[in-house]
């Protein structure tokens, strides 16, 4: 979790304040890097104030808040598309 915060602050400018994280909500993702194993933990995590501009690192030039259907047609990789929806699946039942 150490590192998500981290990376969510030096790359959109929120820091954990900024954030309601669910901390039961987590895709793990495996792949290979330079032929190393890679291992990413996604938390799914709510901005409390969605007024709060997004500061991007050098890293990025853009982002986009997207409905569900959009970020999966944008997402490159399958895993990334479960993610999405088993977060949205997460906070469908949430609302329930």
Same mark, same amino acid.
């Given at each position: 979790?150490? &590192? $998500? !915060?981290?990376? &969510?602050?030096?790359? $959109?400018? %929120?820091?954990? /304040?900024?954030?309601?994280? %669910?901390?039961?909500?987590?895709?793990?993702? &495996?792949?290979?890097?330079?032929?190393? =194993?890679?291992?990413?933990?996604?938390?799914?995590?709510?901005?409390?104030?969605?007024?709060?501009?997004?500061?991007?690192?050098?890293?990025?030039?853009? #982002?986009?808040?997207? =409905? !569900?259907?959009?970020?999966?047609?944008?997402?490159?990789?399958?895993?990334?598309?479960?993610?999405?929806?088993? #977060?949205?699946?997460?906070? /469908?039942?949430?609302?329930?």
């Amino acid at each position: 979790m150490e &590192t $998500a !915060l981290r990376e &969510t602050q030096e790359e $959109a400018g %929120f820091v954990p /304040s900024d954030l309601k994280i %669910f901390e039961d909500a987590r895709h793990e993702m &495996t792949y290979k890097v330079n032929g190393m =194993p890679k291992i990413v933990i996604y938390w799914l995590a709510e901005l409390l104030n969605p007024e709060k501009p997004v500061t991007l690192s050098n890293e990025h030039q853009a #982002f986009d808040w997207l =409905p !569900l259907n959009e970020a999966c047609d944008r997402a490159r990789y399958d895993e990334m598309r479960k993610a999405l929806k088993e #977060f949205d699946e997460y906070v /469908s039942q949430k609302l329930e």
